[in-house]
């Protein structure tokens, strides 16, 4: 059942009362089928501030309503929409889309993933956890180029090949040779995204009952793709180099079809990296259990120093792992293009159930990649990306000695977005997710990326400008040490 | 069980005998995992014309391969990679990826559909049934300008709120006006074409064994997309103004989360228009029924004599329908662009859906998109692309006229791009698809769009030119009657 949101006030111009004003006003929502049957509404106090009245025109506009029969009182609930309100409102019939909502097999998002996706586009929020860059460290000269150079050209914008644009496939093929990786252009699938390479992979590779192995925290388990498609999440024991699956019972890895997820590079949400060693000992365990691995390597360009190892893919000699890429975090998450890199018949069939759920990625954002790369506009933005990241680090690990020396604990990331913040007594619930809201700062908590509760907080120095992240961070230390009655 | 194909030949400048070449060859490509257990190879013909050499070494390859145990004979497919293929091969284990394709619940697009997907592709075949604009057909000076003008901004490529770009929500919710349909921002879903669209109402709004109610010919049984989320496709009696639900027993429709299917203007693949007074009469009996309507408008805008009627959409005031739209047919499907309308908390949970799958539609084109209403060049690209339409379709009909006049009827459509012809006597069957392609001339049959045999072909004169068109009805033509054994 859905908490309705009102923005609306009655006019006090009217000659109206306010009370009639309000009455029409959630006969209207509801006719409209902007409000579905079971709907809550905000508690009589709630709507008084909301609606900007006195609390008894509220008692009389809900009552006149009750009477009608449009809304109904329920114990524990509050005032909702009733069961049978089109009959008092329309002649014609209504369709029930309450009941389709709840009956569409995939899921809605947790209630803490739906209100970020919501305030993250809320003015004046802070946002101190958003896993993408600021539209500054965007090269917005590059992009002007590509621009003017796609009005010099008559670039076709038909539907593509299954695989997606080969010339983009071409330049993504030469690009990653520096990474060691030698693939074909047929080894090569474009996507809208990593995120949508995940669903491909959940619907064309794997049954209903596999399971997707993850680290303890995994940004896999915030998506909830595999869990919707009748996967199961399993967690693997993790140290500070990532997955060790080789000290579990070997029967916990014998479901059918099933593969491990793992971001080897800067991982998200806990900014790891998994070393050259680790690398190798978990491609050879795997690929004596005969399990694939999936290897996310949306972070592996952020570095800061020296280059991370070479992606797990470049190991691999024998088809075990397919290799996801992105230009959502290293250039910008709006052009919507990613990569799978797998054997070829794995890469035809992810193709062909591309070609059944979207007809491929944008054309126009393809040809842009394509130029981005020919030109080498791409290794010089992240060039710069890199360096800016590197500051933006360093200040906000000031913010942090500044502001939680005594009640929490960190790392210092080599590179990617995140810092992973262990607060020393146990807290992040929803109920400090949603007093920060109140105060207009917006976090990722850390239960989002596992299954119980946490004591962690995924904080990124990508988004936000330092400023903010310095008031944000400010209000956090103040909240927390309030929730924990001053004895932080 | 795939079939190979090679696209390589032994080297004879090499002084390695020809076939030790080819025994290395198969090894490095089973080896490689582009060849999966089971696969077929050619037949031994086929081969020694494949790479070009003589039968006798061709049987003295497989002959050591299989006696190595790395192909196998098999009675009924001839030659396949064996089963234990890899122990002889490699030390190492390799991964069985034949199961994975196997085990992914979302099945293979059907041969002809996969064979369409790729032959599109093929340098020198004749498309006589694409349903896209040839690129020709594209505003390239509206997209240039558009273009130019983004290169002068800074336009901000970050994540989206779950319905897509406002300002374009904005846009087209004023667009929209002028087919008489009023809708706020918030009820409207940007998505990555139709496509996607339907792909999230099936995954959002249907459950499994909900039915999908299409009429006897229609695009979504081509697709497949709400059959492989585990929803029934169910034929509606139809008339030649569309469906007619109440000529079926009232039980029919009893299933729970159902929904009706239809595009009622320039309907694909029949070219069907639905009038007004049959709009209004299906929209009552499914608002009776509690049965919500999918309208798919793609076609809407490419009238050639008078606009056509209403969308249903515009006429329903109770929230029954969801109206699919998109930029794919009226501009050019590579901007991935479309839209769903309808009921606030319906959008509300498809955008939920989005985000759990794509994160949503490339920023890029939706900013293309703005730019190109907002500057009416959108507008002025349709009377254009409506007159080149018309032109090319009475071209069209002229050579059915010369070519088809004693083998076939069809219909002069009023709109869109489809020409539904109909042999007189039962024909497209997958062999007379092969042979037309061995003539490098592709055609969609009609039983792509139904469940049984037929006697239509998609014919579309938006895509390939004029001449092609000619020469690829002259083919099919002659290719008919020789089928016919002559007596057309």
């Known amino acids: 059942m859905g908490k309705v949101i009102i923005e609306w006030r009655p006019d006090r111009s009217l000659n109206i009362s306010l009370a ?161 990786i030698r693939v074909g252009s047929k080894e090569i699938l474009i996507v809208s995204g990593s995120l949508q390479g995940m669903q491909l992979i959940a619907l064309a590779l794997l049954g209903r009952g596999s399971k997707v192995f993850v680290e303890e925290y995994s940004y896999a388990k915030s998506l909830k793709v595999f869990e919707y498609s009748g996967m199961q999440m399993a967690p693997v024991i993790t140290d500070k180099k990532g997955p060790t699956p080789w000290m579990m019972a070997a029967d916990s890895f014998d479901a059918p079809s099933s593969i491990l997820y793992t971001i080897p590079t800067f991982h998200n949400p806990t900014g790891r990296i998994m070393d050259t060693p680790r690398r190798r000992e978990l491609l050879d365990w795997c690929r004596k259990k005969q399990l694939p691995i999936l290897e996310d390597e949306a972070y592996k360009e952020l570095y800061f120093e020296t280059p991370p190892p070479p992606s797990i893919k470049s190991m691999d000699d024998s088809g075990n792992v397919l290799s996801l890429g992105t230009f959502s975090k290293s250039l910008a998450p709006g052009i919507r293009v990613g990569w799978i890199i797998g054997p070829e018949p794995v890469i035809k069939r992810l193709g062909d159930i591309k070609m059944q759920t979207d007809y491929g990625a944008s054309s126009v954002s393809q040809w842009m990649m394509v130029h981005l790369l020919q030109s080498g506009l791409y290794e010089k933005h992240l060039e710069n990306l890199r360096q800016q990241l590197k500051s933006r680090r360093d200040t906000v690990l000031g913010y942090l000695q500044a502001y939680f020396a005594d009640i929490a604990t960190w790392n210092t990331p080599g590179g990617g977005f995140y810092i992973w913040l262990k607060l020393n007594r146990v807290l992040p619930t929803e ?50 040490r309030h929730l924990q009655g001053g004895k932080g």
Chains 1, 2 share one sequence.
């Open 20 to 180: 009639i004003q309000i009455e029409e006003f959630i006969k209207g929502r509801i006719n409209k089928g902007d409000w579905l049957v079971g709907d809550v509404l905000p508690s009589q106090r709630q709507l008084a501030v909301q609606l900007g009245v006195n609390r008894s025109t509220i008692v009389s506009a809900l009552g006149e309503l009750t009477a009608q029969g449009i809304l109904e009182a329920t114990v524990g609930s509050g005032t909702v929409v009733a069961n049978n309100s089109w009959s008092f409102l329309v002649t014609k019939e209504k369709l029930n889309w309450r009941r389709y909502i709840d009956c569409g097999f995939h899921k809605a998002n947790i209630p803490t993933i739906q209100a970020i996706n919501r305030f993250e586009f809320d003015e004046g929020i802070i946002r101190l956890s958003t896993g993408e860059v600021s539209p500054d460290l965007m090269p917005q000269e590059a992009f002007s180029r590509v621009y003017e150079a796609m009005s010099r050209e008559r670039i076709p914008l038909n539907y593509l090949e299954p695989l997606g644009l080969l010339e983009l496939r071409e330049a993504l093929g030469r690009y990653l040779e520096s990474d060691g």
């Open 431 to 480: 109920k400090f997710f949603h007093q920060l809201l109140e105060k207009k700062v917006l976090i990722n908590p850390g239960y989002i990326y596992t299954f119980k509760g946490s004591s962690y907080i995924r904080l990124s120095y990508s988004y936000s400008s330092m400023e903010d992240m310095k008031t944000g961070l400010q209000t956090m230390s103040a909240v927390i």
